[in-house]
């Protein structure tokens, strides 16, 4: 480029998850090219070994908070970048480890490993914005790359990023296809669950599992009776709420008001 680089500084960190989030960016695959000519990466163990330092324009955050140390990790990457967005639904509602949040760590500790003693986790798994200010969630267990993608362009752009807050029951209508829960008594969180996968699992006769998370305004309570007529015990229900997005605050009351009931 000659002269200085001023290309943007993107940052990709990583926190309690399985990492699916973060290869997303590297199954951008064509677009990762024309990404890679007009930011700068600066922090990405899952794709380089070069690190530039702080402060970064842009940083995305994958995984929840576990540990004390973590927390103060976190707070060390928001100072240093000028926006932080979360993404996937351990960064934005604590992820499938947040279970432990209704059991208690030290309960499942003691199930998962054999010198439980050793661990040095948090009684809870937490989403980031918990913890710090963010700029952006984006959802997804894990996310859309091209969601993914409308973030950053959005972000260098100086703009908000255009990623819907309706259900995936739009995208299932968008699609011309028939609702499992109507045509096939299929149990589904579609109504209440956030659009983004492309009604993936109602496009295979499959029942949505909340993947994307809670939409905005979800009417939770109003789905309980239909999900009842396809067959689910309160039980039942409190399981379908209780898991990628089960620390979300729609889905983790509407698993509560079930386990009263």
Not at 1 to 25: E, H, I, N, Y
Not at 26 to 38: P, R, S, T, V, Y
Not at 136 to 145: A, S
Not at 195 to 213: E, S
Request: with cysteine.
């Amino acid at each position: 480029m000659g002269g200085r680089d001023r290309r943007p500084k993107l940052a990709v960190w990583k926190f309690a998850s399985c990492d699916g989030c973060q290869l997303t960016l590297l199954d951008c695959e064509d677009e990762l090219l024309a990404l890679g000519d007009a930011v700068r990466i600066a922090h990405f163990p899952e794709a380089t070994r070069g690190r530039l330092r702080g402060p970064y324009d842009l940083s995305l955050v994958e995984g929840s908070i576990t540990t004390k140390k973590d927390v103060a990790r976190i707070a060390q990457i928001r100072r240093q970048s000028r926006r932080l967005v979360t993404i996937g639904a351990c960064a934005t509602a604590g992820g499938i480890q947040a279970l432990r949040n209704f059991a208690g760590q030290p309960g499942l500790a003691g199930q998962v490993y054999p010198e439980p003693a050793y661990l040095d986790a948090l009684a809870t798994s937490t989403p980031i914005a918990e913890h710090v200010p963010v700029d952006f969630e984006l959802r997804g267990c894990p996310i859309d790359k091209r969601q993914l993608l409308e973030v950053i362009t959005a972000f260098l752009a100086g703009r908000r990023p255009q990623v819907p807050a309706y259900s995936v029951c739009v995208e299932c209508k968008l699609a011309g296809q028939v609702c499992v829960m109507v045509a096939h008594g299929t149990p589904c969180l579609g109504p209440v669950t956030q659009a983004g996968c492309g009604a993936l699992c109602p496009r295979f006769d499959r029942g949505c599992y909340g993947c994307f998370g809670p939409m905005e305004t979800p009417n939770t309570a109003s789905l309980a009776s239909p999900l009842a007529a396809c067959g689910l015990d309160r039980g039942a229900i409190v399981r379908l709420y209780r898991s990628f997005n089960a620390a979300a605050p729609a889905f983790r009351d509407e698993s509560f008001r079930n386990e009263r009931d």
